[in-house]
């Protein structure tokens, strides 16, 4: 005896429902109303996943469906019988190894997207972003700095205009043609760049410094951000990251308003501290300063993080030793990439 199902019919063009009972004939789905007996092959049938609590939903040809309930589970496997396989998901999704499996390759491609994916489209795209687009970017995250947190220099006029007469020359012979400008806030020892050439160097950061080749030194450091555009590029890649959270979890508009808000809270990678020290090395020797001057400024800085005064952005740089290493290398002879 053919086993029956008990289904409700919805024709697609109102809520309504017709009940109707459903029975499975070989190849054949045979569904009967009170007014007629319909029959369709399965092959042209799209059938639903089929769940516990749920019934099991079927589109007809033309658009309705069907809802069919089967409480005593017999429906997959008449199914089964009429040799309808489940869909290959389906089948991974019963399979805890299939997909244990299909878990740990999405884990995998999510690792490798951020660690690899994200930073070359971080290029790409900054790569399209027009120079006046990233020096407003720049204005716009200093403008919420200052507002929020940074506070006007102490140093005396004089000290801060030598110092940056001084880079300015530097940084003409080092790096030609790239807008660059020096800010000067309170704060601890300290720079850092923003997008658009904005270097900003705190009163500690002067007053920790023996010499102005240490000073001009750590500057050549941030003018290694800027010429290699790492501001940008980070804040590419976390308003991407923000942005996939967004889409997972909430509204992507919030993400875009506090968009500076995102920049003042990031923090470069490790590759991009070392591009940058490789360039402070070569802007040293550019303009004839003794790259052992970095050397001492690390020291003395290491001193000062150890304390706790340096700010969160600071603290994923590659260790002091290795930095300390590097410039003790390029002292002796060694070719810094820039």
Known sequence: MTATWAATRFDGRS????????????GVLRLASRQRVERY?????????????????????????LEIRDPERTLGAA?????????LV????????????????????LAWGYVNGLPLL???????????????????????????????????????????????????????GVAVRLEFRAGPANAFALPGGAIVLFDGLVKTAESDDEVLGALGHELGHVVHRHSTRQFVQVLGVAAVASLLWGDFS?????????MGAFRYGREFEREADE?????MRDNGMPVEALDSLFARLE????????????????????????????????????
């Open 303 to 338: 001193k000062e993080r150890g304390a706790g005064l340096l700010p969160d952005f600071a603290t994923t740089h590659p260790s002091t030793a290795e930095r300390r290493e590097r410039v003790r290398d390029a002292s002796r002879g060694g070719s810094p990439t820039r």
């Open 90 to 109: 389906v089948r991974l999704q019963r399979n805890w190894a299939a997909a244990l499996a299909c878990l740990v390759v999405l884990v995998g491609l």
């Open 279 to 283: 360039y402070a090395i070569a802007f």
């Open 15 to 26: 809520g309504a429902g017709e009940i109707v009972a459903v029975a499975i004939d070989g």
């Open 122 to 176: 971080a290029r790409a795209v900054t790569s399209v972003i027009p120079a006046d687009v990233e020096r407003r970017m720049g204005e716009s995250v200093l403008e919420v700095l200052d507002a929020r947190s940074l506070k006007p220099s102490g140093l005396p006029l004089a000290r801060s205009q030598a110092i940056a007469r001084a880079f300015a020359a530097a940084a003409a012979r080092s790096a030609p």
């Open 254 to 262: 919030s993400v875009a308003a506090n968009a500076p808000l995102l």
């Open 79 to 87: 199914l089964a019988v009429a040799g309808l396989r489940p869909s």
């Open 41 to 65: 092959r399965l092959a042209e049938l799209r059938i639903a996943e089929s769940f516990e609590h749920a019934p099991t939903m079927v589109v007809l040809p033309g658009g309705a469906t």
